[in-house]
């Protein structure tokens, strides 16, 4: 039996993800919160990205998981969570956010 959790509507979502995209520098799309991230990966990004730069725009994806997961695949071809994008361009998730710290190039990346 399947249960609607009451998400938003598709098209809310599809136009506030293209809109946190287009009109923010850095844009961290993840579980839960800076303060409070609700998973593992989401924490490691917003640490990784707050070494660089205090400016991110976040947005907890968890208030309607389905519908970020199908607009955010529209705009990256992924749909992990977390989703890091800098001047509206698709960066990666935690692990290429490691990635680019390991080689030193994380803060050339976020504009920092």
């Known amino acids: ?14 136009t506030h993800v293209a809109e946190t995209i287009e009109e923010n520098e850095v844009v961290l799309f993840m579980k839960g919160n800076p303060m409070a991230p609700q998973c593992g990966y989401s924490d490691k990004a917003i640490r990784l990205i707050q070494q660089y730069r205090e400016d991110v725009t976040t947005v ?5 998981i389905d519908e970020y997961r199908a607009a955010l695949s529209e705009h990256s071809g992924f749909e992990t969570i977390p989703q890091t994008f800098v001047d509206g361009e698709f960066v990666g998730g935690s692990d290429i956010l490691a990635e680019l710290d390991e080689r030193g190039e994380l803060a050339d990346t976020l504009n920092a």
Request: no cysteine; glycine share 10%.
């Open 1 to 14: 039996m399947s249960f609607d959790m009451g998400g938003m509507p598709q098209e809310e979502v599809d």
């Open 60 to 64: 907890d994806v968890l208030v309607s």
